[in-house]
């Protein structure tokens, strides 16, 4: 089983959920919206002498677990439906889960995905 998470512009949240729905045997998501801190303001202070402001970019955040197989359908489908063209478009994340369990149910019972 792999876990994805992605981040990805809130305008484009019901772009990226409508092609996911469109995905045969989409096994669910879980989605957040959170703010960001963005990298090299400090750089960017020292180089110009900026003020500093505390903005917060925001982002959704979007969990998938699924199975191996299903990862580069899913992968490819956020990938192309959160793309805008412009830096800070987001990021995926991807990584291995080693075994899920649905909560009150039998904890020897091991999730097939």
């Known amino acids: 089983m792999k876990r994805l998470v992605a981040f990805f512009r809130p305008v484009m949240r019901d772009d990226v959920i409508a092609a996911l729905h469109k995905i ?10 959170i703010m960001g801190v963005r990298r090299g303001v400090h750089q960017r202070l020292h180089q110009h002498r900026e003020e500093l402001t505390l903005d917060f970019p ?6 998938i677990v699924c199975s191996d197989a299903m990862m580069p359908i899913l992968t490819e489908t956020i990938r ?34």
């Open 24 to 33: 045969d045997d989409f096994p669910g998501a879980s989605m957040s919206e």
């Open 58 to 63: 925001r982002y959704i955040r979007l969990e």
């Open 80 to 113: 192309s439906s959160a793309h805008t063209g412009r830096p800070g478009d987001g990021k995926i994340f991807i990584s291995q889960v080693d075994s899920a369990q649905r909560i009150g149910e039998n904890p020897d019972r091991v999730e097939e995905l």
